[in-house]
Nanobody
Framework: QVQLVESGGGLVQAGGSLRLSCAASGRTFSAYRVGWFRQAPGKEREFVAAISRSGGSTYYGDSVKGRFTISRDNAKNTVFLQMNSLKPEDTGIYYC???????????????????WGQGTQVTVSS
């Protein structure tokens, strides 16, 4: 089992940057693939980015491609989401999620993840 804690959210102007962190408990974090999702007010939670166990594979939602970068440091049990060129439509609660897996694939569906953090608020002003 793993516990996830997100941090790094806040208020930023459009065009600015934020770096979110997802810190995981446990000694086997390298066995989990990780994803970031977000939920805007009044909207469904949507996929943002995903990374494989090793960090060798990544995948992004269309709305964030070229602006966001997901990475991980397994030695520090942490996954990062670097967000650049932020837009007001990026506003929402950002959640990280983890899934224990044997292979090196990524997962883009919420149903594939068993563990979720509590979320961190990101607000982008225009």
């Amino acid at each position: 089992q793993v516990q996830l804690v997100e941090s790094g959210g806040g208020l930023v102007q459009a065009g600015g940057s934020l770096r979110l962190s997802c810190a995981a408990s446990g000694r086997t974090f390298s066995a989990y693939r990780v994803g970031w999702f977000r939920q805007a007010p009044g909207k469904e939670r949507e996929f943002v980015a995903a990374i494989s166990r090793s960090g060798g594979s990544t995948y992004y939602g269309d709305s964030v491609k070229g602006r966001f970068t997901i990475s991980r440091d397994n030695a520090k049990n942490t996954v990062f989401l670097q967000m650049n060129s932020l837009k007001p439509e990026d506003t929402g609660i950002y959640y990280c999620a983890a899934d224990l897996v044997i292979g090196l694939s990524v997962a883009v569906s919420q149903s594939q993840y068993d563990y979720w953090g509590q979320g961190t608020q990101v607000t982008v002003s225009s």
